[in-house]
């Protein structure tokens, strides 16, 4: 049965309360447009890269009023609510970059931990370490719903097409991407890399992304979009500041893409050979 989705474009500062106030109004207009499922960016509750400062306003899942929010929206609205994710304290001292599906019921149906951590060295002295942070997940996960079959991957995970390629051999239709790209390198990577998992995997993917200027001085790509399997854009945003990106998902179309192209299905293992060239010898190697 086709629904309607949504990736919610915010540009979150560093206190959670206004970016739960934004967080609150934009799933709302979703919804009034007719969105079953709404999917918020990561970093929905704060953008923070102080570490201490970060660390100050953190709790447990079960206390993070991020989460709280997004779950009273979930009931409130009838929707499958997906928080595309938050900074969550775990036990070890370190910091979960989470996200939370919930159920139309209130239900938490899934959570994923971001597999990959940021930990870059870009143009102009931009440097990024979340493994210094970050606790990274360690294991993929699909959900089945009453939607279809989504599989979950935050922000740096796109680069790693093994990890949706996983999901969809498990049957997994719609990927869900919530990110925070920089601007350096969603201006080079972003349309191109998202379209590529649509287009790989015979999926949806739709990507709530933050875009703008944020109060921590970082300077995010935004540009949310929902593509389908043929790698179509189907609906996007702008790049700077808050939209609501909506689209109509038909799971038949996975089906009709990997008909088309059965790449899943025509997979076979290989073995890798490194072969070394012989050096030239005599004159020649003089």
Not at 180 to 196: I, K, N, P
């Amino acid at each position: 049965m086709p629904f309607v989705a949504a990736a919610i474009q915010m540009c979150s500062g560093t206190q959670p309360a206004r970016n739960i106030d934004a967080m609150e109004r934009l799933v709302r207009e979703a919804a009034s447009q007719g969105a079953t499922y709404v999917q918020t960016p990561e970093m929905t509750g704060a953008l923070v890269r102080d570490r201490a400062a970060l660390k100050a306003m953190l709790k447990g899942e079960a206390e993070d009023p991020v989460v709280a929010a997004a779950r009273r929206l979930a009931v409130e609205l009838g929707i499958h609510m997906h928080l595309g994710s938050t900074a969550i304290a775990v036990e070890d001292g370190k910091v979960a970059n989470r996200g939370i599906l919930f159920g139309p019921d209130g239900a938490r149906i899934l959570a994923y931990d971001k597999i990959h951590m940021f930990d870059v060295d870009l143009d102009g002295g931009e440097s990024w370490r979340e493994s210094a942070t970050y606790r990274p997940g360690e294991t993929a996960r699909i959900a089945r719903t009453a939607l279809g079959t989504l599989g979950f991957a935050i922000c740096y995970d796109l680069r790693f097409p093994e990890l949706f390629r996983r999901q969809a051999v498990a049957g997994a239709e719609v990927m869900t991407l919530p990110a925070a790209f920089t601007r350096q390198t969603g201006e080079a990577h972003w349309d191109v890399l998202v379209r590529a998992r649509a287009i790989e995997n015979g999926a949806f993917v739709v990507a709530a992304a933050q875009g703008g200027l944020h109060e921590d001085g970082r300077e995010t790509f935004g540009h949310s979009m929902i593509v389908d399997p043929w790698g179509r854009v189907l609906a996007s945003a702008g790049g700077i500041g808050e939209a609501v990106v909506l689209a109509e998902i038909d799971t038949g179309a996975v089906q009709a893409a990997r008909a088309k192209i059965p790449n899943l299905r025509n997979a076979r293992a290989f073995a890798l050979e490194d072969v070394e060239a012989p050096r030239p010898t005599g004159e020649a190697a003089a």
